[in-house]
């Protein structure tokens, strides 16, 4: 599955357009990665308890998404856009959408 941030890709056809995909992951931070990270502001370093689960998240709204986007039957997603957001006390979410094309 091709998944890119562009409109359209070089050298292909847009045929098919099934609309939009979307994909979202909400994933907690408990308590000690919370302590750790507020530590590790404090002192200039990076969070990388938060990195980790940012990663994670990311990974599977995009791999929701492109699910979505195979039971359609599209090979492609273009415009994708992620979207960062905090939830409550210690919770993130990442969500991932874009449109489900068939290209040629």
């Known amino acids: 599955m091709l998944v890119s941030t562009t409109p359209t890709v070089e050298g292909k056809k847009i045929v098919k357009y ?4 979307s994909g979202e992951a909400i994933m907690g931070a408990n308590v000690f990665k919370d302590l750790f990270a507020g530590i ?6 990076r969070a990388a308890a938060y990195e980790k689960e940012l990663r994670k998240a990311k990974e599977i709204a995009i791999n929701e ?3 979505e986007a195979k039971n359609l039957g599209a090979n492609a997603i273009l415009s994708v856009d992620l979207d960062y957001e905090t939830v409550g006390q210690s919770m993130l979410m990442v969500s991932a959408s874009g449109t489900a094309v068939v290209v040629e």
């Open 18 to 21: 099934f609309g939009i995909v």
């Open 40 to 45: 590790r502001d404090i002192i200039g370093g």
């Open 65 to 67: 998404m492109i699910e």
